[in-house]
T-cell receptor, first 114, second 114 residues
Framework: EADIYQTPRYLVIGTGKKITLECSQT?????MYWYQQDPGMELHLIHY???????EKGDLSSESTVSRIRTEHFPLTLESARPSHTSQYLC?????????????FGDGTRLSIL | GENVEQHPSTLSVQEGDSAVIKCTYS??????FPWYKQELGKGPQLIID?????GEKKDQRIAVTLNKTAKHFSLHITETQPEDSAVYFC?????????????FGQGTILTVHP
């Protein structure tokens, strides 16, 4: 069973606020990912990291930013939240290996911007 | 980049029947295909995966088949139970510069009626 944690699980907040969504994993995985899951269910990759000090933009453009200062921690920040940022955000991690390693997901943060 | 199409979007079966979900992918270099199950309020959980050097893989009531020539793969669930009800996602992983990144299908809502 993967150990990857996201906080908060739910957040309702007003427009213009700065928000940080936390993601931590205790497995020592090098790779970490952030997905945005829209109401239609589809998952879209918005950020990923291959390791400490590595961050890359994903396939879906996002106004959020990420940092990777420690292996176990991959926070996502929105400097000024807007209603269009309302969504579910899922964090995942995977091990680096010779063969393909599966991604393990947290339970997500459901974000609502009023 | 990779494009993954998943069908059907919803699937309703009676308990004990089989369920089949199909996915097609566009990148012939893709070599890893996981399937995830997402229950309400949870993150996606890996249920089975298959690599491109294998045509079929089984794990109890779940099986996945891969046809590399046709670029499609399918999830088969036999003897369905109400607890199989969830959203299922297929995914494909391209080789090359997108190493480690997954592209997800649109999801299938499976409902198993007792």
């Amino acid at each position: 069973e993967a150990d990857i944690y996201q906080t908060p699980r739910y957040l309702v907040i007003g427009t213009g606020k700065k928000i940080t969504l936390e993601c931590s994993q205790t497995m020592g995985h090098d790779k970490m990912y952030w997905y945005q899951q829209d109401p239609g269910m589809e998952l879209h990759l918005i950020h990923y990291s291959y390791g400490v000090n590595s961050t890359e933009k994903g396939d879906l453009s996002s106004e959020s930013t990420v940092s990777r200062i420690r292996t176990e921690h991959f926070p996502l920040t929105l400097e000024s939240a807007r209603p269009s940022h309302t969504s579910q955000y899922l964090c995942a991690s995977s091990e680096t290996g010779v063969s393909d390693q599966p991604q393990h997901f947290g339970d997500g943060t459901r974000l609502s911007i009023l | 980049g990779e494009n993954v199409e998943q069908h059907p979007s919803t699937l309703s079966v009676q308990e004990g029947d089989s369920a089949v979900i199909k996915c097609t992918y566009s990148d012939s270099a893709s070599n890893y295909f996981p399937w995830y199950k997402q229950e309400l309020g949870k993150g996606p959980q890996l249920i089975i995966d298959i690599r491109s050097n294998v045509g079929e893989k089984k794990d109890q009531r779940i099986a996945v088949t891969l046809n590399k020539t046709a670029k499609h793969f399918s999830l088969h669930i036999t003897e369905t139970q109400p607890e199989d009800s969830a959203v299922y996602f297929c995914a494909g992983r391209s080789g090359g510069t997108s190493y480690g990144k997954l592209t997800f299908g649109q999801g299938t809502i499976l409902t198993v009626h007792p």
